[in-house]
T-cell receptor, first 115, second 113 residues
């Protein structure tokens, strides 16, 4: 879906640097998620948010933080990047108005390399 | 918390044959089971989903089956085509525990022409 936009698409950074990945959506969905994809490990949930005042840890939140600046924006930060955070990161949204079984809609992904 | 296991990790079939991917989940409260397809370099996209009150669902060449007692569910693709080549992810979600969608590790499907 072009209406879940992630920036940047690619980023190379050095160990110890602070980096922010951004996600914005025009779908009007309340729920937003950050996932990390590694080969052989699938998609693992980092953080999720059900509205602007709601932030929840996922499976692998250590080393990450998030900010839900508005309904449409959900950013992921690495306070001090380390090489094992090299991965493909996906933002996703879902619409609770579609019922409890509404699917995830993914952005295009951000490929992050930490050297 | 929920854990989803997926097998096999790689599957190679001849065009026209069927492909089956199997998943098991641990949380008996899980009630929603989507399947996503990820083509090379692209985002995962939903291809089919099933709810816990349904045992089977079909959509053209793809079908999913769910066995709640055994806590496993499967994706079946019939008459495979080269464009079915992709990574497939199963997932499970429970209405308790925060509506989190937990994914399996993925299956890379190769369809040989």
């Amino acid at each position: 879906d072009a209406d879940v936009t992630q920036t940047p698409r690619n980023r190379i950074t050095k160990t110890g640097k602070r980096i922010m990945l951004e996600c914005s959506q025009t779908k009007g969905h309340d729920r937003m998620y950050w996932y990390r994809q590694d080969p052989g490990l699938g998609l693992r949930l980092i953080y999720y948010s059900f509205d602007v005042k709601d932030i929840n840890k996922g499976e692998i939140s250590d080393g990450y933080s998030v900010s839900r600046q508005a309904q449409a924006k959900f950013s992921l930060s690495l306070e001090s990047a380390i090489p094992n955070q090299t991965a493909l990161y996906f933002c996703a949204t879902s619409d609770p108005r579609a019922g409890p079984n509404s699917p995830l809609h993914f952005g295009n992904g951000t490929r992050l390399t930490v050297t | 918390g929920e854990n989803v296991e997926q097998h096999p990790s790689t599957l190679s079939v001849q065009e026209g044959d069927s492909a089956v991917i199997k998943c098991t989940y641990s949380d008996s409260a899980s009630n929603y089971f989507p399947w996503y397809k990820q083509e090379l370099g692209k985002r995962p996209q939903l291809i089919i989903d099933i709810r816990s009150n349904v045992g089977e669902k079909k959509d053209q060449r793809i079908a999913v089956t769910l066995n709640k007692t055994a806590k496993h569910f499967s994706l079946h693709i019939t008459e495979t085509q080269p464009e079915d080549s992709a990574v497939y992810f199963c997932a499970a979600r429970s209405n308790t525990g925060g509506f989190k969608t937990i994914f399996g590790a993925g299956t890379r499907l190769f369809v040989k022409a």
